[in-house]
């Protein structure tokens, strides 16, 4: 009996140890299903991203291009024009932008316009005579 005994145990203890390894088997199965879903899915959302981001690009290049954008001088001077009269309300005082201010209107030949910061600039700096040339320039005197 004790044989007849042993063998059993030893049959018991070989099914529970194939039924341990079915499960760790069916288990490492699932984790491996789980993982290759999961890449899957990662991977197709960053694809989709790349091409929605790519053909935005595109669409916005495209649309660059059937309209350029042109800029005329006068434009741009206006533009700084407005840039220096900015920095005055807060800076009066800036030599800088009195000095780019009378030369955009220069630039534009607004004469009268460049008269009021180039006096501000020869009564900052009553040593340099390019502002006073300037001046002379803008009202007219040689």
């Known amino acids: 009996m004790p044989e007849k005994q042993r063998r059993q ?3 018991m203890e070989s099914t529970q140890k194939k039924s ?3 499960r760790v088997h069916r288990s ?3 984790k491996q299903i789980f993982a290759l879903v999961s890449m899957i899915g990662f991977g197709g959302s960053a694809i989709f ?3 929605s981001l790519f053909g935005s690009g595109l669409s916005s290049q495209h649309q660059q291009k059937s309209a ?3 800029v005329s001088q006068e434009s741009l001077l206006a533009a700084q024009e ?3 009269e900015t920095v005055l309300q807060r800076e009066p005082q800036n030599q800088t932008a009195l000095e780019g201010l009378a030369n955009v209107r220069l630039q534009m030949n607004n004469k009268v316009g460049a008269i009021e ?6 009564k900052l700096n009553p040593g340099r005579s390019d502002y006073k040339a300037l001046l002379g320039q803008a009202k007219g005197k040689k």
């Open 117 to 122: 910061p180039l006096e501000k600039l020869v």
């Open 28 to 30: 490492d199965r699932i």
């Open 68 to 70: 350029p954008v042109v």
């Open 20 to 22: 341990s390894d079915s």
């Open 82 to 84: 407005r840039g220096y």
């Open 9 to 11: 145990e030893l049959a």
């Open 49 to 51: 991203g790349m091409v």
